[in-house]
């Protein structure tokens, strides 16, 4: 678990900028850090900070909480948000689950969660099987074809049994942003669904035609922009007040007109 243990990847806001917030990444099975580079620059452009961990699916809550408070520093630029991927996003969640009395967390983001049960995608399927359950981004697939530290064939991995069950009772009193894609092999859409609406505070975004890899999948530009809202929002305060609304336009004959004096 010493790869958990460490932040191989960040990224900051450009110089001069003033930081916006902490976000602390969690990959998911096969992935490291590095995967999420296109993801970290583009917040850090909003001026957000990015810290992206090792992965390993079997640590335990208290080995991610520390992995993560390591990540952060001693003193995070609020809001601190845990971005979950696959299985980080159970972790995620389980770690957040209740407070942390050294590291306060403001909000999480669960973008292709893991299952929990039994997963459509299954160990053995083949490298090209696993490439199209990830992603349709030809960009991403070639990264990570030719990435020598990312783990093919870990996709079909069983979920652990103690993640999975940690997992299906986590109901952290935090503002959540689910996003999923709805064409996702791995885990059925309705699945995230589920999760969203048993979460007491959770907000579900579902990217059409997305698969599994929902932050690097071929809508990686609305997912970013969309998570890029949600942080803006959750700077206002934990209730998320709308910053900007779209109005319906009303037709001009039935604007009532004021009489002329």
């Not at 900051?12 to 998911?28: D, I, K, M």
């Not at 810290?51 to 080995?63: I, Q, S, V, W, Y």
């Not at 064409?183 to 698969?211: E, F, I, M, N």
Request: net charge negative; glycine share 10%; hydrophobic share 45%.
């Amino acid at each position: 678990m010493t790869e958990l243990l460490t932040t191989a990847h960040s990224w900051h806001p450009p110089a001069g900028a003033v930081s916006r917030g902490t976000l602390l990444v969690l990959p998911g099975r096969g992935e490291h850090g590095g995967v999420y580079e296109r993801f970290g620059r583009r917040l850090a452009a909003d001026a957000y900070v990015v810290h992206a961990l090792g992965t390993e699916p079997g640590a335990d809550r208290d080995t991610v909480r520390s992995a993560l408070r390591r990540a952060a520093g001693p003193d995070p630029v609020a809001p601190v948000v845990l971005v979950g991927a696959d299985t980080g996003a159970l972790q995620a969640l389980v770690a957040a689950a209740d407070p942390d009395p050294e590291l306060a967390v403001h909000g999480i983001i669960l973008a292709g969660t893991a299952p929990t049960a039994a997963a459509g995608f299954q160990a053995g399927e083949g490298w090209d099987a696993e490439l199209a359950a990830r992603t349709a981004c030809p960009v991403h697939r070639r990264r990570l074809a030719e990435d020598p530290g990312f783990a093919r064939g870990r996709l079909g991995d069983p979920v652990p049994d103690a993640l999975a069950a940690a997992a299906e009772t986590a109901a952290p009193e935090l503002p959540v942003l689910v996003l999923h894609g709805d064409a996702d092999p791995v885990t059925p859409a309705d699945r995230a669904r589920a999760l969203a609406a048993r979460l007491p505070r959770a907000s579900l975004g579902v990217v059409r035609g997305g698969l599994h890899d929902t932050l690097n999948d071929a809508s990686h530009r609305t997912t970013a922009a969309a998570v890029v809202q949600w942080l803006e929002r959750l700077r206002g305060g934990p209730e998320l007040s709308p910053i900007l609304t779209i109005e319906p336009i009303v037709p001009i004959a039935s604007i009532t007109r004021e009489p002329r004096s």
